[in-house]
């Protein structure tokens, strides 16, 4: 029985994060491929030249050497991602590292593809999740991902009701209508620090913009850190006494390509760890308009510093 609540636990962990900017650790271990050793026939004489291997980077030294375990978060609002994670599971240190990815984030694709198809939410629905892993891996300078997890937003209403709550701050008055939504969406939020009800919930998190165009002084990047914020009092009021029953409510709407012998295996490695073990970062760049759509850029240097930071902590 502590072994299936293991489970449980990990699968709460990745369901929260993801809702708000997620987390789930996989369990298998990136290792660099074997060096395949080619016998060279004997009635040659001379040998083959091998050509120089390239050095390595630092980075890439960095992550040949981790036993860390990386994984691809995903929110869903239909077939498009509306929240994009990247989380990372430090096993001999308990750490993990969420990097949040805007869901505007300029990718360059085939010259085929219309404008609002490079922007790097619109991959999930052309090429699946096969694609978003590329996708995010090439943005994260070609860190490694292990496994996916993918959760449904209307699962976020049952989990929040049984943590019973989850207090924050709301930075604005957030008022929103989309009567054509499907079902339609009412957004009406007041300033403040508040405990929200899985309801509740559910409009801060999809709130982007008010009826009257304003939203987030940073865009989606000051939706990506409240969302963040979210996670952590989530996260820290389920490692209480509700643990239990709210992961029993998670399963349901998780999709994942993990097997239950990795959880198992990762709920023993995750022993320990508290809500002081998660660590966010939002990808540094900016906005700008292309063809007349509002794309993020992200600064290559900055992403590589903190994947060069996650691997060295």
Not at 52 to 64: G, N, Q, V
């Amino acid at each position: 029985m502590k072994t299936f609540m293991k489970v449980f636990f990990i699968a709460f962990l990745c369901f929260t994060m993801v809702i708000g900017a997620g987390v789930w650790a996989f369990t298998k271990f990136y290792n660099p491929p074997e060096e395949v050793v080619v016998e060279q026939p004997q009635e040659e004489e001379k040998e083959k030249e091998v050509p120089k291997e390239e050095p390595k980077s630092e980075l890439e030294i960095l992550i040949e050497k981790s036993e860390r375990i990386n994984f691809l978060l995903l929110g869903m609002e239909g077939p498009r991602t509306d929240t994009i994670m990247f989380a990372s599971f430090d096993p001999d240190t308990n750490n993990i590292d969420l990097v949040s990815v805007p869901r505007d984030t300029y990718y360059e694709r085939n010259k085929n593809h219309s404008p609002d198809k490079k922007k790097i939410n619109a991959v999930h629905g052309d090429e699946g999740v096969t694609g978003t892993k590329v996708a995010i891996s090439q943005v994260l300078c070609n860190v490694p991902i292990d496994y996916y997890v993918k959760v449904r937003y209307e699962g976020v209403e049952s989990v929040v009701d049984s943590l019973g709550g989850v207090k924050v701050t709301i930075p604005m008055d957030m008022k929103y209508d989309d009567p054509y939504d499907s079902p339609p969406l009412h957004i009406d939020l007041k300033k403040g620090t508040q405990v929200l009800n899985g309801k509740k919930a559910i409009q801060f998190l999809r709130f982007r913009k008010g009826n009257d165009g304003t939203g987030y002084p940073n865009g989606d990047l000051g939706r990506t850190k409240t969302q963040q914020q979210f996670i952590k009092a989530a996260l820290k009021k389920a490692l209480g006494f509700r643990l239990p029953v709210v992961a029993n409510t998670v399963m349901k709407y998780i999709e994942t390509d993990m097997s239950v012998v990795d959880a198992v295996k990762l709920a023993t490695d995750a022993i320990g760890m508290d809500s002081d073990s998660l660590k966010t970062y939002s990808i540094p760049g900016d906005t700008v308009m292309r063809n007349r759509l509002s794309y993020f850029i992200h600064d290559k240097s900055g992403v590589e510093d903190i994947i060069k930071e996650i691997y060295s902590r």
